[in-house]
Every structure is written in structure tokens, then in C-alpha cells.
């Protein structure tokens, strides 16, 4: 009988990314997607890789791309507020066609997380968010199993 784990979205996404080959994760502590970053700090050390805990969402996003430009496989994760502020570097990384992932762990609202406005507003920033026109590829999982895939195949 094949084994079962049971995990949440951002162990998946985090256990995903390590699959994939992610060798670099910067990241700035921020509800919901605090996790990705706290698992990737533990576990990119024992395959050779890095955490660095960066001083905010500008950073965190500047330094992936910077691994980026070096080779490596990088990933953020962040949220609502802080996706806002990662929107320049966002256009910056298309317009440089540098390939980073980063993951935006929605909350249930719009930006602040409001519980009684459900809405797509990370999803539409994500598809529209930064200055000028640029492509880039929006993966939308719909389950803790897509998570992990989606994570994956977004390296490949």
C-alpha cells in the first residue's frame, strides 16, 4: 500500500521547490507564507543551498533575482502586502528575462485579508500588477497535491 502524508499548502509548495532543484530562497516573514520560508531554511542547507531572511519584500525579490542571473534556481514566497511591494522588480526580472519563482500565498481577501471580501485581487496583480506589458506565466493551484506539482513544474 503506498504511503500518505498528510501536509499543508506551503509544505507542499516548499517540498516542491526543493524537488525541482531550488537552490536559493529569500524571503521576509509574512502571514500566510511564513512557512514556505521556514521550512526552506531548514531544509536548503542540507542539499547545499541557502536561506537568507532579507530586511523586506524588495529585497527578498532583488536577491532571487540576483541568484537568478548567477544560475541557481530561486524562489520567494510572500503575500498580499508584500507581493504589492515586489510589483517593480516583478517587471524588472521580465524585462531582464530573468526566470525566479515567487509564490503568493493569497490570503482570504484582498491585500489585508478581509474574511467578508473574498476576491481575485492577488491573482489579477500577479497576471497584471507591474508597469508596462510583460509576459509571464500565472500557475494557480486548487489543492494541496496541485500545490506541490504546480511548484514543480513552475522550476521546469
Known amino acids: 500500500m503506498p504511503k500518505v502524508q498528510l501536509i499543508q499548502g506551503n509544505q507542499a509548495c516548499a517540498l516542491g521547490a526543493l524537488k525541482a ?4 530562497c ?6 500566510p507564507s511564513s512557512e514556505v520560508m521556514e521550512i526552506l531554511a531548514e531544509e536548503l542547507p542540507k542539499v547545499g543551498g541557502r536561506f537568507i531572511q532579507m530586511e523586506d519584500e524588495l ?3 532583488g536577491a532571487i533575482i540576483g541568484a537568478s542571473m548567477m544560475g541557481q534556481k530561486a524562489i520567494a514566497a510572500t503575500s498580499g502586502p508584500g507581493f504589492d511591494l515586489m510589483q517593480e522588480n ?4 521580465a524585462m531582464a528575462e530573468m526566470p525566479i519563482v515567487l509564490v ?8 489585508t485579508g478581509g474574511a467578508t471580501l473574498p476576491a481575485q485581487g492577488d491573482l489579477m496583480q ?3 500588477g507591474t508597469s508596462g506589458d510583460s509576459p509571464r506565466i500565472v500557475l494557480y493551484p486548487n489543492s494541496v497535491a496541485e500545490i506541490y506539482k504546480t511548484t514543480t513544474q513552475a522550476f521546469n
Open 21 to 24: 532543484g531550488v537552490r536559493f
Open 26 to 31: 529569500a524571503g521576509y516573514p509574512i502571514t
Open 59 to 61: 529585497a527578498s525579490i
Open 90 to 93: 516583478l517587471g524588472f526580472a
Open 104 to 111: 503568493d500565498v493569497q490570503r482570504s481577501g484582498p491585500a
Open 126 to 128: 500577479s497576471k497584471y
